[in-house]
Every structure is written in C-alpha cells, then in structure tokens.
C-alpha cells in the first residue's frame, strides 16, 4: 500500500530506549511509499545506531547543524519536508521544541518548519506526568502539532504505566491521517451521527436558570470530526455555534428540548454521541414572571430531568453505537463502569473534570474510553479535535467487526 507515496518525511529520532522501535517506524514509512530523511540526535546514538538507518531510509542519517555540503541543514529540511515525525521524542526533545530551544539539529528543524509535525512522546510515567511535560504538551497540542501516544503498558526496567511509545502501526496511521492520505478518511461515509453538545439550561424564571460550565467544544470536536470522514451529522446543540459544513443543527435549551430532539435524530442513527452535559435537576415550576429580591430567598423545589443516555440506551435500534460521557471529579474509573453499565451504552469517555489542561472549556482533554465488552483506552492530553478521532477510531474498527451492525 503506497498510502504516503512521495511524501517527503523527516524522522526525528530522540534518546529514549524506544528508539530503537524508530527503525521499524522508518520502514514502515519507506514501505508505504515516504521519502525518509532521519534525523538522530546523539542521545538516539547512545540506543541504536545511525548505520541501521542508513541502510533503511532513501538518505543518510544527518545529526549535524553544520554540514559540509549545505550550510543550513535544518531550515533545508525544515522547508523542503511534508512532515516531521518525532519518535520516539523524549521529554527534552518536547520541552524544547515548547520553549523554542534549538539546541541540535532535530530540534531546530522542527522549529524552522512550516510542515504539520507528529510528536510521539516515549518516557516514563513519573516524567510523562510531570506538570512541566504536561504543559509542553499542552502548549504543542495549542499550536497545532499532532501528538500519537503515549500508550500504557511495560516500560525500560520492568516498570508499569502511561509513558509508552505508540506501536509503529500507530504511529505510521496517525501520520498517514495527518498528511490526508489514508484510505480510512471517508471511513464514516453513509453513516448517520446525532452528536449533542453543551450544557442544558433549566429556568428558575424568565431570566436565571441552573446551569453548567459545558462548552459544547467536546461535542463540536465530534461532530466536526465525524463530518470530515464523510458522516451525515446532527448536533443538538445548546450553544450558538455553526456546526462543520453541512451538519444540521437543532437549537434546544432544558433537557426536556434536549431529550425530544434527541430521541427524534436518534431513531436512524448508527452512533449517537451524547457529550452533552444534561442538568440532573430543573426547577419543578420555573417562575412565569421575574423573581423579585423584595420577596425575600425564594425556596426553589428541584425534580429530576429525563437521563436521555439511559432512555436512547433503552431503546437503541439494533447496531446502532451508543457513547456516553461521564463528568467525574473523582474515582472516574468505577463511576464511568457504573454509567456504562447503567445506561445502555457500548462507550462510556470519562474524564476528570478537575484535571489540568482538561474538561470543561479547555480546548485539550485527557480522557478513559470504557467500552461495553470490557476493554479499556486511555487517550493522553490532546486537543479535543484528536480525542474525537480516537474515539471514532475505535467506533469504526469495532463496527467493521460486528456483525449486528446496519
Ligand atoms: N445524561 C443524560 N441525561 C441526563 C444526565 C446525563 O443523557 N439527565 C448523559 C450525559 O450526556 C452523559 C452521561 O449521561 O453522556 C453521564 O452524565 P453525567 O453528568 O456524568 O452523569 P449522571 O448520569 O448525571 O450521574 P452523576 O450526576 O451522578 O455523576
């Protein structure tokens, strides 16, 4: 499969022990028809040699900023490149490319490029987490570069956790869908999605209402990622946001105009993404004319709204794909088993809503995708755009392997 045909790719290499996982990501690159110039910095020597990659990629490895034949290598392939991919790129390698240090030649050509760039971060847990790495990549995912990984599973020394490096399949399809060249971006055509996004407004009196600090950008990001892989979108939406070309957006407010409007879109649907966040409790009789201080401090009796995730789980038409969110600020896994379990749905994306860089407003999320048959991912910071896709991801593979599904 020629998927990257004459797309020229400079490979960053970093000194991380998953470098040497790095060759096999420069084949797989070759294989699918990339022009691939690696680019090792001295650590990366320390893990694998630069002759591996000599023999593998279409050039000779270069790790120097002052090279005989051109003068300045780093803007040469900073210009000339369709991509710069970093894998695996090690916490120093991202604090720098964040602060805009150009200290080797791998980090001054990904600050000289133009290209979209694709950071595969590789490390272990303690420094994955740190709050400095956790900025930088928060900072990187702010302008735009893709981050792949990291995964979670064995580490260097035997250790457990978040840290790493994405498989190279992985790391070859994120690049493959960042240049737009995979066969999989249309991968949602023929399909009908109803995403719901924001926070319901339940009226105290013409003028107040209970509500949430839901900014619909999680649902956006949905609605305009499924769009973009070819999908027929539906946003119930309580935000005054334009959906991406060619949705169709229904306005609503309170969770009744939520529930209908949603129950509505859904009846045909094949995945129905409910990232709204729905008010639990609306005023019982919602004032007709404006409370008045004078009165005094009115005594507001709550009833419970509709759960829309429960009622579409309840009746969800055969092989339709159902996700579910869970706003937790605490125990997100057992709390996100639970709504799972409880409602009907095949994916429950849990975060915590407390977390740096994620939930409520930000444009990043850090998120646990529980699914109904007991798998578990966990997708690291990236922006919200990316956690869509992931999720779509494993919506998409899922249902090419059912066999229930319309
Ligand atoms: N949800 C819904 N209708 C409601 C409340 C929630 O459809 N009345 C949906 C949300 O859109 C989300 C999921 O249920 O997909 C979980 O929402 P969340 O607020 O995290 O959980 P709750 O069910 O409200 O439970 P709790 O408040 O106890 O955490």
């Not at 910095?41 to 040699?49: E, H, L, S």
């Not at 444009?363 to 966990?378: F, I, K, M, P, Y």
Request: proline share 5%; with cysteine; aromatic share 4%.
């Amino acid at each position: 499969m020629n998927s990257l045909a004459g797309k020229r790719i400079v490979l960053g290499v970093s000194g991380g022990i998953a470098a040497y996982k790095a060759v096999e990501v420069c084949r797989r690159l070759m294989d699918a028809g990339a022009y691939v110039i690696p680019v090792l910095t001295k650590g990366a020597t320390r893990f694998v040699g630069r002759a591996t990659f000599d023999a593998l990629a279409s050039e000779r490895t270069q790790m120097s900023l002052f090279d005989e034949d051109d003068p300045i290598p780093h803007t040469t392939l900073g210009q000339t490149a369709d991509c710069v991919v970093v894998a695996p790129a090690t916490a120093r390698v991202i604090g720098a490319y964040a602060a805009g240090i150009s200290s080797d030649l791998l980090t001054a050509t990904l600050i000289a490029t133009r290209a979209p760039v694709v950071v595969c971060p590789a490390m272990h847990t303690e420094m994955w987490e740190h709050p400095a790495v956790a900025g930088n990549i928060a900072t990187l995912v702010e302008r735009g570069v893709h981050i792949v990984g990291p995964e979670s599973g064995r580490l260097a020394g035997g250790d457990e956790g978040a840290g790493r490096l994405s498989s190279p399949d992985d790391i070859v399809a994120g690049v493959t869908r960042v240049l737009g060249a995979g066969s999989g971006l249309r991968d949602m055509a023929g399909l009908s999605v109803v995403v719901t996004a924001g926070g319901t407004r339940e009226p105290i009196d013409p003028v107040r209402y209970i509500g949430n600090h839901s900014s619909g950008k999680q649902g956006y990001a949905f609605a305009e990622e499924a769009a973009g892989r070819g999908a027929e979108v539906t946003i119930v939406s309580t935000v005054d946001r334009p959906g991406p070309s060619g949705a169709t957006v229904v306005r609503v407010d309170t969770a009744e105009e939520m529930a209908a409007a949603t129950m509505a879109a859904a009846a045909d649907a094949d995945v129905v993404v409910m990232a709204a966040a729905v008010a639990d409790f609306r005023p019982t009789d919602p004032a007709g004319v404006k409370l008045k201080k004078r009165d005094g401090v009115p005594a507001i009796q709550l009833e419970p709204t509709p759960d829309i995730l429960a009622a579409l789980g309840a009746s969800k038409p055969q092989g339709q794909v159902l996700i579910g969110f869970a706003a937790e600020t605490c125990d997100v896994a057992d709390n996100a088993a639970a709504k799972l379990n409880g409602k009907g749905a095949d994916y429950i994306v849990a975060n915590d809503v407390t977390a740096e860089n994620a939930g409520f407003a930000h444009d990043t999320n850090e998120v646990l995708v529980l699914a109904s048959d007991g798998r578990a991912h966990s997708i690291g910071l990236r922006s919200k755009r990316q956690v869509a896709q992931a999720v779509l991801d494993l919506v998409v593979a899922d249902r090419d392997g059912r066999a229930d599904v319309r």
